[in-house]
């Protein structure tokens, strides 16, 4: 059921609060005033909801990136103006057509991208965003090749603006070499003409004013979570946007010396109280979450214990004899910041909300 009070009875809901969005978006932007941005919302803006992340954000942000057609078509819909980009640009020569249509902003980081765009019939010319490949070595062109091209499609018909993007590789490390050597090789091509340029990730929005440009693409700060394994959301100044939250369902005293779930691989060396909890890995949580991941039971950490399950995990209660079936679970989100359970599970805070599965309901608040 998903109305009203009765959300309040949901096992397991993730609750997503839209005016935290709204306020990380204004740190994004007090971090470099005057600049543009593109509100990164790819995979259903990192498992919150992409549609209503874009509504929230519908009269401040200057655009929206997105990884794919499909998802730039979702952004298009609700929002008539704004620009949006595609990261990694099109996939097949007819997509062209479809983004001319849909008024993106394409990536170009091949070269058969570059001559699909040329041979292209649009309808209108498209904003372009040669990629260049700084030292990720994932995507983007050689800097000789970035130059070749710029030449080529400089004044094309199919092109209107020709900008210039890269990505860091290691903007979370602060002090790294490898950015400072990207930043230098962005740099180098700033004799060509560009209309607009893009680098900074969340990371580089914090951290790295020389890398600003003109339009930053911040993603995981938006949702309340830190790129940095050693400063929390809460030293940057964002807030968490999602919290996921589920019942504990059912409470037993077992024996010193007894297993607990599958395989019985946690095993209670003391007379222990065990928590059931209505949240498992077929709703995102990580399997390989240890024992000792921390889980907030009505306000207070307990450890999860055992393996996860697809449906229930296990947390162990002893040291909580006050909690009851039907207490409030938090598996993360306002008061357990998703980036320590990250850690925990040997994951990063972006994997886990972005792995939310579809049958956890989203509800929405806007403070
Ligand atoms: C996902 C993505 C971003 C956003 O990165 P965050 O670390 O989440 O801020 C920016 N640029 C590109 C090219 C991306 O793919």
Not at 96 to 102: E, I, M, N, T, V
Not at 289 to 309: E, H, K
Request: with cysteine; charged share 20%.
């Amino acid at each position: 059921m998903k109305t009203g009070d009765q959300w309040l009875n949901c096992p397991l809901v993730a609750t997503i609060d839209l005016s935290a969005i709204a306020h990380n978006y204004a740190v994004a932007q007090r971090c470099a005033p005057g600049r543009q941005v593109f509100a990164v919302v790819k995979a259903n803006a990192y498992g919150h909801g992409a549609r209503e992340v874009v509504t929230a954000l519908h009269d401040v942000a200057d655009g929206f990136a997105v990884a794919s057609l499909e998802e730039a078509a979702e952004v298009r819909a609700l929002h008539g103006e704004a620009r949006i980009l595609l990261l990694q640009g099109c996939f097949a020569a007819q997509d062209y057509l479809f983004a001319a249509q849909l008024g993106l902003d394409v990536v170009l980081h091949t070269e058969v991208q570059a001559q699909q765009l040329l041979a292209a019939q649009l309808a209108r010319p498209l904003n372009v965003w040669l990629k260049l490949d700084s030292g990720m070595h994932r995507l983007g062109f050689s800097a000789e090749a970035l130059r070749e091209w710029h030449a080529r499609l400089n004044g094309a018909a199919q092109v209107a603006e020709l900008n210039l993007l890269s990505h860091f590789a290691c903007a979370d490390e602060r002090g790294s070499e490898v950015t400072e050597l990207q930043l230098e090789r962005f740099l180098d091509l700033l004799d060509l003409d560009f209309a607009q340029r893009s680098l900074a990730n969340s990371a580089a929005i914090l951290t790295i004013p020389a890398a600003h440009m003109d339009w930053l693409r911040p993603g995981i700060m938006l949702y309340g979570a830190t790129p940095f394994a050693d400063l929390s959301a809460a030293e940057l100044g964002v807030r968490p946007a999602m919290s996921l939250t589920a019942q504990l369902i059912a409470c037993r005293d077992i024996a010193s010396g007894e297993g607990v779930g599958y395989g019985g691989t946690w095993r209670a060396e003391r007379a222990s109280r065990i928590g059931t909890v209505s949240c498992g890995y077929a709703d995102g949580y990580p399997r390989h979450a240890p024992s000792g991941t921390p889980v907030l039971i009505n306000g207070q950490r307990v450890p999860l214990v055992g393996r996860v399950s697809m449906d229930m995990l296990t947390v162990d209660l002893t040291d909580m004899p006050s909690a009851r079936e039907g207490d409030a679970v938090e598996l993360w989100g306002a008061q357990l910041p998703v980036d320590e359970v990250a850690q925990a599970a040997g994951t990063i805070g972006y994997e886990l909300l972005s792995k939310v599965t579809a049958r956890v309901p989203r509800r929405y608040r806007h403070g």
